[in-house]
Nanobody, 123 residues
Framework: QVQLVESGGGVAQAGGSLRLSCAAS????????MGWFRQAPGKEREFVAA?????VNRYNADSRFTISRDNAKNTVYLQMNSLQPEDTALYYC???????????????????WGQGTQVTVSS
């Protein structure tokens, strides 16, 4: 079992920045990939970013967002810059413990999910 707890969400002005954190517990953190997804009201959950277990390979859907991880702290981060109102959503972190090489942008590659942290960007 893996437990994931997100933090760092809140309200930001357009053009501002936020840094989300996701603390993991329960299994050896450095053994599995991590991802961030988001879901806005009335929309499907969408891929934001992912990082491989060792942190070497990183993927993102938007160059304004940067994912990183600190395996010593069992934490993954999402740095979000130049935020826009359309970035308003509930942001989830997820762990992919089942696949050795997951398809990072697919939600069904991840078997554990956090509860989400709300990000609201005002214009």
């Amino acid at each position: 079992q893996v437990q994931l707890v997100e933090s760092g969400g809140g309200v930001a002005q357009a053009g501002g920045s936020l840094r989300l954190s996701c603390a993991a517990s329960g299994r050896t953190f450095s053994n599995y990939a991590m991802g961030w997804f988001r879901q806005a009201p009335g929309k499907e959950r969408e891929f934001v970013a992912a990082v491989s277990a060792n942190g070497v390979n990183r993927y993102n859907a938007d160059s304004r967002f940067t994912i990183s991880r600190d395996n010593a702290k069992n934490t993954v981060y999402l740095q979000m810059n130049s935020l826009q109102p359309e970035d308003t959503a509930l942001y989830y972190c997820a762990a992919s413990t089942y696949y050795r090489t997951p398809t990072y942008y697919l939600a069904n590659s991840y078997d554990y999910w956090g509860q989400g942290t709300q990000v609201t960007v005002s214009s």
